[in-house]
């Protein structure tokens, strides 16, 4: 794998715990938001510490062939424990337990890191190696066993974290199911990294090259996996922002439709720079604005525009729901329109009191042809209403006039 690849990945990483670093400091004491910091940082570590120009540096200043494979298999031992702790803190349960089983965790994969380094400094490995490090070195004491170690322990919390989620995934849903199904596919990558580098160590015991798995398979898979890990962490955060910028969007039609373009600034929400991503404020105070719109038209309500819109939507193939929704649009449409009234029955309809997703299918219904129909028919009756009114005033005055005439 190309070196800029290795940065690219990390720079992505960096991003995403920049991210994360706002909500961090408000909330420092939460070890399940401490842990994901760490989870994404040691993942941006794996891959800064990898890419071979990186590795080239480590070496050299430290004067130490290879010193930087010590290094980066410490970083991803401690990725996998770290990945191990969070899946562990985020499903939740007794916390004491919970708080045990992270520890004995992070304690065991602590070990090993030290292990590995123990058996590096036993081995030698005199050559350097920027790309081919584990089978080039696959046959020799020591070094051999800090490899398997790594991998093993790479590939256990592997397994276990997938395991973990896939049970955890038939617990729950919404967002944090996708998220769970992302990590899943997540692992399944880090674990199909583990068994192709065995593989390629493997068939160097048995005098095979098979270099190729290891040195171009391998990275991938596990760039792959470390993308789908770190998304699958922050999705639960983003995925309720995503849903009510959705929303937002979807309530455009009806909030453009009902709010002027000098009552908007009314409604405008004010956030500093770092706060821009957060939809919340923008969805309820376009919420309120609607509501309060509703609140003024519940009295112009016309019930007779809404039966005849509802009954055209049955008509054209709609669903009872639909036709409903259509049906509101078009009276609540009709009733923003400039005021003249038809003399038709009025009810105090319940609009006002409307959940989101009901106002959010009001909203998408507000532009269905039906809902122009209605609306244009309101306008050619008010039309019609003030030709009659005007010809009717014209005749008053013609007959007053006549009737003010000398005979």
């Known amino acids: 794998m190309d070196?800029?690849?290795?940065?690219?990945?990390?720079?992505?990483?960096?991003?995403?715990?920049?991210?994360?670093?706002?909500?961090?400091?408000?909330?420092?004491?939460?070890?399940?938001?401490?842990?994901?910091?760490?989870v994404i940082l040691l993942a941006g570590s794996c891959f800064a510490l990898g890419a071979p120009s990186t590795v080239a540096f480590i070496n050299r200043i430290t004067g130490v062939p290879n010193a930087a494979v010590p290094l980066t298999y410490s970083a991803v031992t401690a990725f996998s424990a770290a990945s191990l702790a969070l899946?562990?803190?985020?499903?939740?349960?007794?916390?004491?337990?919970?708080?045990?089983?992270?520890?004995?965790?992070?304690i065991a994969y602590a070990l090993v890191i030290a292990l590995q380094i123990g058996l590096f400094a036993a081995g030698d490995a005199p050559v350097e190696r920027r790309t081919d490090f584990d089978t080039y070195y696959a046959t020799t004491p020591f070094v051999r066993e800090m490899i398997v170690l790594y991998l093993v322990a790479h590939l256990a919390a592997a397994l276990?974290?997938?395991?973990?989620?896939?049970?955890?995934?038939?617990?729950?849903?919404?967002?944090?199911?996708?998220?769970?199904?992302?990590?899943?596919?997540?692992?399944?990558?880090?674990?199909?990294?583990?068994?192709?580098?065995?593989?390629?160590?493997?068939?160097?015991?048995?005098?095979?090259?098979?270099?190729?798995?290891?040195?171009?398979?391998?990275?991938?898979?596990v760039a792959i996996g470390a993308a789908l890990i770190t998304a699958g962490y922050i999705l639960p955060l983003l995925g309720p922002r995503i849903d009510s910028a959705l929303t937002l969007i979807r309530l455009r039609p009806l909030f453009r439709?009902?709010?002027?373009?000098?009552?908007?600034?009314?409604?405008?929400?004010?956030?500093p720079w770092h706060s821009l991503a957060d939809v919340e404020l923008h969805l309820t105070k376009r919420i309120t604005a609607i509501r309060d719109a509703l609140n003024?038209?519940?009295?112009?309500?016309?019930?007779?525009?809404?039966?005849?819109?509802?009954?055209?939507?049955?008509?054209?193939?709609?669903?009872?729901a639909e036709a409903e929704a259509i049906g509101a649009a078009a009276m609540v449409a009709v009733a923003a329109q400039p005021?003249?009234?038809l003399a038709a029955a009025r009810l105090n309809y319940g609009l006002v009191d409307t959940e989101q997703t009901e106002l959010v299918r009001l909203s998408q219904?507000?532009?269905?042809?039906?809902?122009?129909?209605?609306?244009?028919?309101?306008?050619?009756?008010?039309?019609?209403?003030?030709?009659?009114?005007?010809?009717?005033?014209?005749?008053?005055?013609?007959?007053?006039?006549?009737?003010?005439?000398?005979?």
């Open 3 to 38: 070196g800029w690849i290795y940065y690219l990945a990390a720079i992505a990483l960096g991003i995403g715990l920049a991210a994360q670093l706002p909500s961090l400091r408000r909330a420092w004491r939460d070890p399940l938001k401490r842990t994901l910091c760490a």
């Open 87 to 106: 899946i562990i803190q985020w499903r939740g349960g007794d916390r004491d337990r919970v708080r045990r089983i992270s520890r004995n965790w992070l």
């Open 160 to 221: 276990t974290t997938t395991v973990l989620c896939r049970r955890w995934t038939v617990e729950i849903s919404g967002w944090t199911r996708r998220s769970l199904r992302m990590l899943m596919s997540g692992w399944l990558c880090n674990s199909a990294y583990g068994a192709v580098k065995l593989t390629a160590i493997s068939a160097r015991w048995t005098g095979r090259d098979w270099d190729v798995l290891s040195t171009l398979l391998a990275p991938l898979l």
């Open 257 to 271: 439709l009902l709010i002027s373009p000098a009552e908007e600034k009314q409604y405008t929400v004010a956030l």
């Open 296 to 320: 003024h038209l519940t009295i112009h309500l016309d019930d007779h525009v809404r039966e005849r819109a509802y009954s055209r939507a049955i008509a054209g193939g709609s669903s009872t």
């Open 339 to 341: 005021r003249l009234h």
């Open 365 to 407: 219904a507000v532009r269905t042809p039906i809902v122009s129909t209605a609306v244009r028919e309101h306008a050619q009756t008010r039309t019609s209403r003030q030709g009659r009114q005007h010809e009717g005033r014209t005749r008053t005055r013609s007959v007053h006039r006549r009737s003010d005439t000398p005979r």
